[in-house]
């Protein structure tokens, strides 16, 4: 993924901003992967609270985001599912005067979506089941688990310690 990115802006300076929590590991291993002039930033986005395993109403956190206008920004998070999360986000980004506005997704979900949005860049496309790891939670656990695991429907019934 991070070739094709690099492929799409041919070294011009580039606005990473990824969408937290969920995004932390792969913005990590995405930036070091772009030779080229970045700056970094975050957007906190929320829509699955507690336990729940599918999403609810979106609350957007821009406070730490880096000046966009007239930069071409790459948008990325962990996981497209009802693609809610990401089209919300591009209208709250594109109010600001960016050049362009690209996304980047770990994992892309198959799923009917009301959205039209595609992700521009996949790393991977999923079945419907709900994962976690590699920066994706359940109820704020298993984010630091190294791969994608999918949690069978007797973890969904258990509740995962919480520190």
Do not use: C, W
Not at 127 to 149: S, W
């Amino acid at each position: 993924m991070a070739d094709e990115i690099a492929v799409v802006y041919d070294g011009r300076p580039l606005t990473i901003i990824g969408i937290l929590t969920g995004s932390v590991v792969l913005l990590a291993d995405l930036i070091r992967r772009l030779d080229m002039p970045l700056r970094v930033g975050v957007i906190q986005t929320s829509s699955y609270r507690g336990s729940a395993t599918r999403p609810g109403p979106l609350e957007v956190n821009s406070d730490f985001l880096p000046e966009v206008r007239g930069r071409d920004v790459l948008l990325v998070d962990d996981i497209f599912d009802s693609g809610k999360t990401l089209a919300e986000v591009i209208d709250e980004i594109d109010e600001l005067g960016p050049k362009s506005i690209r996304s980047a997704v770990l994992l892309r979900k198959d799923v009917p979506r009301k959205v039209r949005l595609q992700p521009d860049h996949v790393a991977f496309d999923i079945p419907d089941q709900f994962v976690v790891g590699y920066g994706l939670d359940y109820n704020d656990a298993y984010r630091n688990l190294p791969y994608v695991a999918v949690l069978e429907e007797e973890d969904l019934r258990r509740q995962p310690p919480v520190s």
